[in-house]
């Protein structure tokens, strides 16, 4: 597609449910990016794969949160037993890597959890 | 690992003025300074970006400086107008294995018609 595609935009859980967030890339972006906005504050990474591989999960805050890109497109962050302190928006981001060059990234418009 | 301060944290101006927002970094490995604007609902979208191996850059009325030895980048927005008014991020990303960027806490710029 032409952007970033993220799902739901809006999610209310209940503390303690397990929700699924859903991140389709642009097509043919090799890199993929979550990242965790609080409200009033930049976003915060949270994982990186480049195509399948989950190369970076050290901003996951704890193990109850999972990421995964089994195909190398769409990525789904998971979170188990959600608290309140994981409401949030959620970013997802895609980049074309090209060599050893920085390219900037595309964000979605991202999914706001808020868990009551 | 990387941190991004970002001063001020809202700003206001009058229409036509210019607005300049500030950024400093912690890490001296860090190559890539991008920019980002953000509205309201939606995510953040790249206005433009600068690598360290470039002083200044400039697009329309949007620049942007950059000065490794004081490792500081800054954002100048000129002949502001009201459709600029959003939120505003700096961020930084090292070279090495790790892609993710290191975000500033954002600038709330508001354009007085």
């Known amino acids: 597609g032409a952007g970033v595609s993220q799902s739901p935009r809006y999610k209310v859980a209940k503390r303690g449910q397990d929700v699924a967030l859903r991140c389709d890339p642009i097509s043919g972006h090799v890199s993929l990016f979550w990242y965790q906005q609080a409200l009033g504050q930049g976003p915060e990474f949270l994982t990186y794969?480049?195509?399948?591989?989950?190369?970076?999960k050290s901003g996951l805050p704890s193990d109850r949160f999972f990421a995964e890109r089994p195909e190398g497109s769409v990525s789904t962050l998971k979170i188990q037993r959600t608290q309140q302190e994981d409401s949030a928006v959620y970013l997802c981001?895609?980049?074309?890597?090209?060599?050893?060059?920085?390219?900037?990234?595309?964000f979605g418009s991202g999914t706001r959890l808020t868990v009551v | 690992g990387e941190n991004v301060e970002q001063h001020p944290s809202t700003l206001s101006v009058q229409e036509g003025d210019s607005a300049v927002i500030k950024c400093t970094y912690s890490d001296s490995a860090s190559n890539y300074f991008p920019w980002y604007k953000q509205e309201l609902g939606k995510g953040p979208q790249l206005i433009i970006d600068?690598?360290?191996?470039?002083g200044e850059k400039k697009d329309q009325r949007i620049a942007v400086t950059l000065n490794k030895t004081a490792k500081h980048f800054s954002l100048h927005i000129t002949e502001t107008q009201p459709e600029d008014s959003a939120v505003y991020f700096c961020?930084?990303?090292?070279?090495?294995?790790?892609?993710?960027?290191?975000f500033g806490s954002g600038t709330q710029l508001t354009v007085l018609p």
């Open positions: 981001a895609s980049s074309l890597i090209r060599g050893r060059g920085n390219y900037g990234y595309t």
């Open positions: 600068i690598r360290s191996n470039v």
């Open positions: 961020a930084a990303r090292a070279s090495g294995s790790a892609r993710q960027l290191t």
């Open positions: 794969f480049q195509n399948e591989a989950q190369l970076d």
